[in-house]
Every structure is written in structure tokens, then in C-alpha cells.
């Protein structure tokens, strides 16, 4: 049995949905919290819970024993953790939700995982966002990150160390996967390709911070999914057993890029407004995906303008826009 917590999220959904296919037994784990719009949560689920072998557990992970009910230890072949409170500017504004879902989760998940006699594999989720603020690039799984740029950043980052003591003390085989800004249908509202998208249908204005010179290493779901699945059943073998790899598109574009492919998907006209830099915001993201491709065969072919159009189709018969 595989327990897939954030099942109701967009990457946990997309996971979800490729395993409860292949007929693979899954307890999805997610609280439906109102950081967005929980109704699209629930049309996820609405989604897997179709599959026959997808049970849906609504619990908070950070809470005492949430992960117990929902499965026992003993049943657990697997565990895929991608709950996390997400978004660098919300943690300027509420910090501690992000100490509670990603610090006291993540360790509420290794605990899990610890009494987890049948065991595996646990794969979690990182974040670009460890690398910190830099101009350079492609950036590896063995560059220091040791300068987070937001306090989201650091949570992530603390994870994987946490996940570093775990696998040295108790021999928990452990895959962290940072992903590059993945985007596509199901997506999060917060994220900039839907917002912008949302605005420029409406002929409201978009503000583009760093005038639009920020560059993201943009990856498509379709793409990402797949090798979540395929890093699952590959668990390390290593001393101690766990591994960090890069899950990114290997080929950065800028907002300005963003906004011109939504531009051409929707057939019309952004209005532009351009606004210095956040704070929490890094210049750049450029994932190095060396690794992935020798693991996983993992070789991204959506392009931006692809993977773009894609979404603004969806969106259009979500919102009947």
C-alpha cells in the first residue's frame, strides 16, 4: 500500500491519478485547508476517487497519530510525502503555518515511517527554491545551499536534512525530489501562469515583478509525474540510503516569456505593469537534471508554449471562461 500525502493537491493529484491507472493501491492524505479555493481540491478528488484502489483520508499530517488512522505502519509499503504549506510570498505573511506543515509534518512523516517495519521507500518533495538567490546556472544536487532566499526556502531545506538524520540513523531508504515550478491543468491558483492567465481574460492588468527578467526553469506536469512514479520504485541503495535529486525542465524562460505564451493561447493583449523585484523572489532557476536522466530516463519535451496552451484550455472549460 502507498500512502500519498497531499493527494488533493496539483502534483498529488497528477501522482495519484498515474498510480491509481497502473492499479496500484493508494490511501491519499490531505486536510483540504483554504490556502486556495478547496473546491478545486475536491474536484481532484472527485477524479481519483474513481479508481478503485484510491481511498481518501481527510487529516492534518502534522497532527499527533493523523497518519496512524489513516493507515497502520504495518501496511505501509511506501510512502510518496508532497503535502507542504507552498508559496515563498505567503511566508513573509503567515510563518507559521509553514513551521507547522512543513517542519512538524515532515518530521510527523519520518516518524511514520520509522515504525514502518514494511517499508521501502519514502519520497518527498524539495523545492528549486533551496538554491537560493543566484544568477548562474544549471544548478546540482551537490551545490551548497546554505543561503535560502525565503523562509519557505529554509523549511524545505530543514527537510532534507531531517531526511539526511532519518536515513543515517535508521536506515530509511529516502529519495527528496526538488522540483522546478511545475505547472499545467489542476494547477494552483497561486502560481503565476494562473493569475496571469485569470487577469489577461479578464483585461485586468498583470505585474510583472523584476520587469519580467526573472527566469524559471518552467516544467510541465505530464512531464514531472511520470518520473515521480518511476523515482518510487527506485530506491536508493546508498550509505546512508538517501538521495537528492533535480526534477526541472533544463531550459529557463523569463515571465515576460510566460506572459507571451499565455498571450498567444488566449489571443489577447497582456496589460503589462512592471514592478521591482520581491523580496523573496530569486532571479533565476536552472535545475541540472544529469541525475534524473540516468535514474529516470527523465527528459522533459513539452515546451513552454505547449504546456501553456494546454492550460489555458483547461482553464477555459473549469471556469467557463
Not at 479555493?37 to 487529516?59: G, N, Q, S
Not at 496512524?68 to 510512502?79: F, Q, S
Not at 502560481?191 to 492588468?205: D, N, V
Not at 536508493?236 to 535529486?245: E, M
Amino acid at each position: 500500500m502507498i500512502v500519498l500525502t497531499g493527494a488533493a493537491g496539483f502534483i498529488g493529484f497528477h501522482v495519484a491519478r498515474r498510480l491509481g491507472a497502473a492499479g496500484r493501491s493508494i490511501v491519499g492524505v490531505d486536510s483540504l485547508n483554504s490556502y486556495y479555493d478547496p473546491a478545486l481540491k475536491r474536484a481532484r478528488l472527485d477524479i481519483l476517487c474513481e479508481f478503485p484502489t484510491f481511498r481518501f483520508v481527510e487529516a492534518d499530517i502534522a497532527a499527533e497519530g493523523a497518519l496512524e488512522a489513516a493507515l497502520a505502519p504495518r501496511d505501509v509499503g511506501a510512502i510518496i510525502h508532497l503535502a507542504a504549506q507552498a508559496g515563498v510570498r505567503h511566508s513573509l505573511e503567515a510563518p507559521f503555518e509553514y513551521e507547522r506543515a512543513n517542519l512538524a509534518g515532515h518530521l510527523r512523516v519520518l516518524e511514520y515511517a520509522r515504525g514502518s517495519e514494511n517499508l521501502k521507500h519514502l519520497v518527498y518533495a524539495s523545492s528549486s527554491s533551496v538554491y537560493g538567490d543566484r544568477a548562474d546556472g544549471p544548478f546540482r544536487e551537490t551545490d551548497r545551499c546554505d543561503a535560502p532566499a525565503s523562509l519557505y526556502a529554509a523549511t524545505k531545506r530543514s527537510c532534507e536534512l531531517m531526511s539526511e538524520t532519518y536515513a543515517r540513523l535508521f536506515a530509511i531508504p529516502q529519495t527528496g525530489l526538488r522540483f522546478f515550478t511545475v505547472y499545467g491543468p489542476f494547477g494552483r491558483p497561486d502560481m503565476a501562469y494562473w493569475t496571469f492567465t485569470k487577469k489577461i481574460l479578464a483585461g485586468e492588468e498583470v505585474t510583472l515583478y523584476g520587469e519580467g527578467r526573472l527566469a524559471r526553469d518552467f516544467t510541465y506536469i505530464d512531464d514531472m509525474a511520470p518520473a515521480i512514479v518511476r523515482a518510487l520504485d527506485l530506491p536508493p541503495a546508498d550509505v546512508p540510503p538517501h538521495r537528492i535529486v533535480n526534477l526541472g525542465n533544463h531550459k529557463p524562460h523569463t515571465v515576460l516569456d510566460l506572459v507571451a505564451a499565455i498571450e498567444l493561447a488566449t489571443g489577447k493583449t497582456a496589460k503589462r505593469v512592471l514592478a521591482p523585484r520581491n523580496a523573496v523572489e530569486v532571479q533565476s532557476t536552472f535545475a541540472d537534471i544529469t541525475r534524473a536522466r540516468a535514474l529516470y530516463e527523465f527528459e522533459p519535451s513539452t515546451s513552454l508554449h505547449d504546456g501553456v496552451a494546454r492550460f489555458v484550455s483547461w482553464y477555459r472549460q473549469y471556469t467557463n471562461s
